[in-house]
């Protein structure tokens, strides 16, 4: 009995045992995934750490304010993402931040618009995406900033509204949208577009004062098939310093080098809410162009004004950008040839007439009003000193004799220089009986370039023999 009892118990005993081990089997089973799991969590976390690493660490600035202070949509709270290391940033985790019916936007290159970086000083990654509406591929597309935290949430600080231009504005290029970045504080928001000739431009936007303008921009042009005919321009528009780049026709590839550096007024900054993916001076220059009766369309170096013709009635107007609407000069002679700037955007020279006798007459753009009125020869031939202190041009005078006066008008051409502080004229080249001066430019604002005509009669004819000279001016 003891024996048949005794073999009944280890039999249950093998039993239990041969189910503990299977059971156990089973559990690392399950074990395995989690572990698997839990290795991929670790990594994750140490590529974050070691791209925080290599990230400049930004200036902590006290006085700006944190994203709590901040007005701002209701606050999600996405999982941290890993920081940007150059790949295409993993997204998923920020679908509640991309508003309904719209997707987020691709660069030209297929990449994901969206940047990473320190936006408002405080040390805590801020967040940048552009997003479009999928159904309409003509619609403007909206700039979307995001503060970050420290608990890893974002606070929408602004939803820009068109500020990024659409996929066909790029015209034969394509997508014009380039690039989205945010470096030195700024978002960068970068376009490209054109065909044979191609243009570029690139918008800084910051936020201060408890709102985002625009702060700076660079726009450039060149041509696909001449490399000489490039051109770049740099502006600060804090603080109005410029830089102009011009392609450098000694260099076989048309390198663009500096031709010019300066500072030009400062102007009413660009709120990014009133951005639609150009500066004012561009839209208003495309609205005019686009209205067929609008001629003579010359924006001011400084871009601050624009001087048009309409067509119709022969009706002359300035335009401030900043301004909703232009103005229209009163008393421009008729029929417009050029309007001519000076360096620094101060005065205008309206050229017209409608033979080589010439008027010129000077504008000041900030009132619209006529200052003075001078006579010349040569469309156009008038320019102002690079100082902006004077004009130069030639002139006629057809009450002392010439020996051309049987063949020409005009009578003896003189070089005139004008000074725009009194409004006095000078003749620093006086014509002669067979002697002429004409055709003059400035080459820095102590010396003028011209060309000197000889004048003789040979055989019942006229002849000229022309010689380039130089001279410098009196002080």
Sequence with gaps: MQSRLFRHTMKWLMVMTFLAAAVGCEKLTEDKPGATKKDASQQQEDTKQNAEASQPQPQTQTQAPSPSQLASAPQFKPQPEPQQTGALQDIRNLSSLIPAGKELSLLSNGQKAIAHGDLNKDGIDDLAIIVEDPKESMTERDLILYFGNATGAYEQSIYAKEAILCKDC??????????????????????????????????????????????????????????????????????????????????????????????????????????????????????????????????????????????????????NIDEAQPKEIIGIASRVGHAIWSPNSKWLLVDSGTSPIRTGQLVDPASGKIILEVSYIGAGQISFSPDNSRLLYARGSEELPSVKDHYVDGGRISIIVLDLRTGKEQIVKQGTETVDYHFPKWKDDGQISYTKITNSVAHGELVQTDTQETMKLDE
């Design 170 to 319: 790029g015209g034969v290029y394509g997508d014009p949208l380039d690039d989205l970045s945010i470096n030195n504080n700024t978002v960068l928001v970068s376009f490209h577009g054109g065909s044979s000739e191609r243009w570029y431009s690139k918008y800084r936007f910051q936020y201060r004062d408890r709102d985002w303008v625009l702060i700076g921009y660079t726009g450039g042009s060149y041509h696909t098939m001449d490399v000489y005919l490039g051109e770049e321009e740099d502006i600060n528009l804090l603080t109005g310093d410029f830089v102009l780049k011009k392609s450098d026709k000694n260099d076989p590839a048309g390198k663009l080098i500096q031709t010019e550096k300066g500072k030009r007024p400062k102007r009413k900054l660009v709120k990014l809410s009133e951005f639609k993916g150009k500066i004012y001076d561009e839209t208003v220059i495309e609205r005019l162009e686009a209205d067929k009766g609008n001629r003579d369309i010359t924006p001011s170096p400084d871009r601050q004004f624009v001087f048009f013709t309409k067509e119709k009635n022969e009706t002359h107007f300035l335009w």
